[in-house]
């Protein structure tokens, strides 16, 4: 018999629970609010609302709320980002005790059972389970208030950005993959009676066809709007466009792609970083002109009260935490040999002899008292720019604009014009990063658009380094996985061919035993651990 207590959302109820005191959907005594009672309420107190959407950005970042604090790795979406970052090829790190994301590296991850699958799995159904919340309590896809028509947009755009992560990982990108299985299609409508019915797994098509539609509205919403978002916690319209530019990326609706990121950039008072502003450690601070959407980080907050159960713990290198004792976080030799010497991003990690130029007397002293190893990356730096301290309260970005113009480069290229596209890259990088760059071919021909596109791809693997994009770009790129030359430990070298089943997550064994119309064999196929393969 199945367990209807159903942990797909065990978690994901965990979250309804968070804003379950804002929830307008049943009074006192149990009866049910009707509509009209519920606009009422809605008009006479807006704060209850307003606590509710507050929840949601709130879901992002927390620990110990899928284990009970038994993992050191679970604090929530930055623990996806880093999950997945491992699993690729161009986050190296070494399997020790403390690599709290050895599977992902090992890819031992590929079974259902592991934690990094019902990790990320259960991380986006909670915040999912919060938006489907206030999605109901406002009970309309048409509000007359101003307000609500933001709140409501917050909901939809969050949830749009949970399914898109979720449909990343757990089936095969989007293009020729359309009609496989995918992930759960939880709505407002469904979200209280899924545990007692369960629910099949959508198509690929029909998960993409929800993103866009909430994400559709989203940008309607925002853009009816007058509301002022409080900090960059909150989705504006220009973070909507830029959701909305990803997922056309993905879906290889080129133009559409290039006129969401143009019209992120048009919308937003965001800047790319000079080359003087990433000439040393940071990445740390929401407030900074080039961020659009981020994680704010408290001081008091659980996972940095934690100490070392956070983002900068395992990923960070110049303070305390899992990192400064071996778990370092470390560049793909490889990729690293082709950033240009005049490119300012190159100090953004230690070279072969320990050495960065970004990083002043005080930060090459503690690289040294550390001996922390070559190529290890010196892209994020400390809280409060405090060297070896041990408050991990950094924020953490969600979107940079600089993403908006390589996203723009690589859709303009596709959408058959490869030389604006190369422009718009030539510009970029000449501008902030490389004032030596040109993006042309080598032997003097035009180039054509997938030239472009792998010109745009290796810039994404530089500048997003760490910022949990890379194993995606290898996903919906259909890019072999190959680790040979990376610098990797020889049991943790792998090759594996694009498509391949292992490159995917399976659903969390949680889910199948709990999900009344799963069956095993409604799981992805079933994945070996990869062998090494010889350098």
């Not at 190296?92 to 799995?121: C, E, Q, R």
Request: charged letters at 20%.
């Amino acid at each position: 018999m199945k367990n209807f207590k159903y942990k797909l959302v065990a978690s994901a109820f965990a979250a309804l629970a968070m804003v379950s005191c804002n929830d307008l959907d049943t009074a006192p005594m149990g009866s049910t609010v009707t509509t009209e009672q519920k606009a009422e309420a809605v008009a006479s107190n807006p704060d209850r609302i307003k606590a509710s959407i507050a929840a949601i950005p709130a879901g992002f970042y927390n620990f110990g709320k899928l284990t009970g604090e038994g993992n050191h790795n679970d604090f929530f979406y930055p623990a996806t980002m880093m999950i997945t970052d491992t699993r690729g090829m161009d986050m190296v790190s070494d399997d020790i005790g403390y690599n709290w994301f050895a599977s992902s590296l090992l890819h031992t991850d590929v079974n259902y059972k592991n934690f990094a699958t019902f990790s990320i799995w259960s991380t986006a159904y909670m915040q999912i389970s919060s938006a489907n919340s206030v999605i109901k309590t406002i009970g309309t896809y048409e509000p007359e208030d101003e307000g609500l028509k933001y709140y409501l947009a917050q909901a939809l755009a969050v949830r749009a950005f949970d399914y898109f992560t979720l449909a990343q990982y757990y089936q095969h990108t989007y293009v020729g993959n359309e009609n496989k299985p995918c992930v759960l299609l939880i709505t407002e409508e469904n979200f209280e009676n899924v545990p007692n019915t369960g629910i099949k797994r959508s198509t690929v098509a029909e998960v993409y066809e929800f993103i866009m539609n909430d994400l559709n509205i989203a940008i309607d919403l925002l853009s009816a709007s007058s509301t002022v978002r409080e900090d960059k916690r909150y989705v504006d319209l220009a973070v909507a466009y830029g959701l909305r530019a990803r997922v056309n990326l993905v879906m290889n609706n080129w133009s559409a792609a290039a006129n969401d990121a143009q019209a992120a950039i048009d919308n937003t008072s965001a800047t790319p970083y000079s080359a003087s502003d990433v000439d040393h450690p940071g990445f740390s601070d929401i407030d900074d002109a080039s961020w659009m959407w981020g994680i704010v980080v408290a001081e008091t907050d659980r996972p940095v009260t934690s100490g070392i159960c956070n983002f900068p713990s395992h990923m960070g290198s110049l303070n305390y935490g899992y990192a400064s004792v071996g778990a370092w976080r470390k560049i793909n030799k490889a990729l690293y040999a082709q950033i240009p010497a005049t490119d300012v991003r190159k100090g953004w990690w230690l070279d072969e002899n320990k050495q960065s130029p970004n990083l002043n007397a005080e930060q090459a002293a503690y690289a040294v008292s550390y001996d922390i190893p070559a190529y290890t990356h010196m892209k994020f730096g400390c809280y409060q720019d405090k060297t070896g301290t041990s408050t991990n309260a950094n924020d953490i970005p969600l979107m940079r604009v600089e993403e908006m113009y390589l996203i723009l480069a690589e859709a303009q290229a596709m959408a058959g014009n490869p030389s604006a596209g190369a422009a718009t890259l030539e510009d970029f990088v000449k501008t902030y990063r490389d004032p030596e760059y040109t993006c042309a071919a080598k032997e003097g021909a035009a180039l054509t658009a997938v030239q472009v596109q792998d010109k745009v791809w290796f810039q994404r693997r530089v500048e997003l380094w760490g910022e949990g994009f890379s194993y995606a770009d290898l996903l919906r790129l259909k890019k072999d996985l190959d680790r040979r030359g990376a610098g990797f430990q020889a049991h943790a070298v792998f090759y594996l061919p694009a498509g391949s089943d292992g490159l995917i997550f399976p659903i969390p064994q949680s889910e199948i035993e709990a999900n009344a119309l799963l069956t095993e064999a409604d799981n992805n196929p079933t994945a070996s651990y990869p062998e090494p393969v010889a350098e």
